[in-house]
């Protein structure tokens, strides 16, 4: 064991991890029982990993009632390879995407989109520096588009999606690479649903993807698809087309366990809440704090607030780093601070921050 103390770390990603998830994987690293070999050492073809494949996968469906129709996929690449994928297979060359643009990860979405074929964009948060999320009635659908996208938490400026937008049948395809199994999620309003394992349910490397196989059947043939950006294909070999990221996805597998063990996604949101509120309280407390996202679409996951000048906030930063509380420095496009709360974030972190901002604020306010 190393001899520095852990902080609590605040970091938007790769982001903390479950300690009980650490220690296992350093437990079991250079011998993993019942095999003799390291994890990193052995063949994705055999039946160890297989079995670890296998079980991730049916815990994944577990935690988030997955419909058997469903695909689920561990791919890599990336959350930014799927802002590639999901047109390059779902957009025919001659449609449009419908695209909600609520922060910087949607940007990212639409950028890649239109190198691919036409993108309509359904909103945008972007006059407000992305402080909001749309209403239903904000939004210009167009019911002829190929599906509908949309980033239902984002990381960098802290706002976040409470429901999933009502597309009236058209596909909806959702990055939720910051808040995946925070909290409750109804994958069959989905048609795909990605995520980047590295914020709130394993380490980089890995991506997480949930597709309909229904919708999978209507993809754009395109012989010219490179193989590994063709979802069917992984589909087809259960995500074994290729050698797959086999070390994160154990260690997203071992994640999954620790979800199911404190009582899955209902459990995770109450505490998730619980945290989330003691941080906002505290920057609503007297006006010193000021949260960026407007407090109907705040983040349980990523809180961004300023401080009343640049030089408080750059103090802030060193002086919490100082305390054990590190990476809350905020995103340079929105500035401040950004304290990033995943699952694996203990509450104690959550409790040391507001006792730091207290203090902070009788020195400085
Ligand atoms: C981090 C992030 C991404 C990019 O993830 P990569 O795995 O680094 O490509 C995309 N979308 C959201 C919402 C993110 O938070």
């Given at each position: 064991?190393?001899s520095?103390?852990?902080v609590f770390?605040?970091?938007a990603?790769?982001a903390?991890?479950?300690?009980?998830v650490?220690?296992?994987?350093?437990?079991?690293?250079?011998s993993?029982?019942?095999v003799?070999?390291s994890?990193?050492e052995?063949s994705?073809?055999?039946k160890?990993?297989?079995?670890?494949l296998?079980?991730t996968e049916k815990?994944?469906?577990?935690?988030?009632g997955v419909?058997?129709?469903y695909?689920?996929?561990?791919?890599h690449?990336?959350?930014s390879l799927q802002?590639?994928?999901?047109?390059?297979?779902?957009l025919p060359?001659?449609?449009?995407?419908?695209y909600?643009?609520?922060g910087a990860w949607?940007q990212?979405?639409?950028k890649?989109?239109?190198?691919?074929?036409?993108?309509?964009i359904?909103?945008?948060?972007?006059?407000?520096?992305?402080s909001t999320?749309p209403?239903q009635?904000d939004?210009?659908?167009d019911?002829?588009?190929?599906y509908v996208s949309?980033?239902s938490n984002e990381?960098i400026?802290?706002?976040?999606?409470?429901e999933?937008?009502e597309?009236?049948g058209?596909?909806?395809v959702c990055?939720?690479s910051?808040?995946?199994?925070?909290?409750p999620?109804?994958?069959a309003?989905h048609?795909?649903?990605?995520?980047?394992?590295?914020?709130?349910i394993?380490?980089?490397g890995?991506a997480?993807?949930?597709?309909s196989?229904?919708?999978?059947?209507r993809r754009v043939e395109?012989?010219?698809l490179?193989?590994m950006?063709?979802?069917a294909?992984?589909a087809d070999?259960?995500s074994?087309?290729?050698t797959?990221?086999?070390?994160?996805?154990?260690?997203?597998?071992l994640?999954?366990k620790?979800?199911?063990?404190i009582?899955?996604?209902?459990?995770?949101?109450e505490?998730n809440r619980r945290?989330?509120?003691?941080l906002y309280a505290?920057?609503?407390r007297?006006g010193?704090?000021?949260g960026?996202a407007q407090?109907?679409c705040?983040?349980l996951?990523?809180?961004?607030f300023?401080?009343?000048?640049?030089e408080?906030?750059?103090a802030?930063?060193k002086?919490?780093?100082?305390?054990g509380?590190d990476?809350?420095?905020g995103?340079r496009?929105v500035g401040?601070l950004?304290a990033?709360i995943?699952?694996a974030?203990?509450?104690?972190?959550i409790d040391?921050?507001v006792e730091?901002m207290k203090?902070?604020?009788?020195?400085h306010g």
């Amino acid at each position: 064991m190393s001899s520095t103390p852990r902080v609590f770390n605040f970091a938007a990603g790769p982001a903390v991890l479950p300690l009980p998830v650490l220690e296992e994987a350093q437990r079991d690293l250079v011998s993993m029982p019942g095999v003799g070999m390291s994890i990193l050492e052995m063949s994705h073809r055999g039946k160890f990993f297989e079995g670890v494949l296998a079980q991730t996968e049916k815990d994944v469906r577990a935690l988030a009632g997955v419909p058997d129709e469903y695909k689920v996929l561990f791919l890599h690449g990336g959350a930014s390879l799927q802002f590639s994928m999901v047109p390059l297979n779902f957009l025919p060359r001659d449609a449009s995407a419908d695209y909600i643009v609520s922060g910087a990860w949607s940007q990212k979405a639409v950028k890649e989109a239109k190198k691919v074929g036409g993108v309509k964009i359904a909103w945008t948060g972007e006059t407000g520096n992305f402080s909001t999320i749309p209403a239903q009635g904000d939004l210009k659908l167009d019911p002829a588009a190929a599906y509908v996208s949309f980033t239902s938490n984002e990381t960098i400026h802290g706002v976040e999606f409470d429901e999933v937008p009502e597309t009236g049948g058209v596909p909806l395809v959702c990055d939720a690479s910051s808040d995946m199994f925070s909290r409750p999620i109804d994958v069959a309003r989905h048609a795909l649903i990605y995520a980047g394992a590295q914020k709130n349910i394993g380490p980089a490397g890995v991506a997480l993807v949930i597709v309909s196989g229904e919708w999978l059947k209507r993809r754009v043939e395109d012989p010219k698809l490179p193989s590994m950006l063709n979802y069917a294909l992984h589909a087809d070999n259960g995500s074994m087309y290729n050698t797959p990221p086999v070390f994160p996805i154990y260690i997203m597998g071992l994640v999954m366990k620790w979800l199911i063990s404190i009582g899955g996604l209902p459990a995770i949101r109450e505490i998730n809440r619980r945290k989330a509120a003691k941080l906002y309280a505290e920057i609503d407390r007297t006006g010193f704090y000021r949260g960026h996202a407007q407090k109907s679409c705040r983040s349980l996951m990523n809180v961004t607030f300023r401080l009343p000048s640049e030089e408080l906030e750059a103090a802030f930063v060193k002086e919490a780093k100082a305390a054990g509380l590190d990476g809350l420095k905020g995103h340079r496009s929105v500035g401040g601070l950004r304290a990033s709360i995943y699952n694996a974030f203990p509450e104690a972190g959550i409790d040391a921050l507001v006792e730091f901002m207290k203090e902070y604020e009788r020195k400085h306010g």
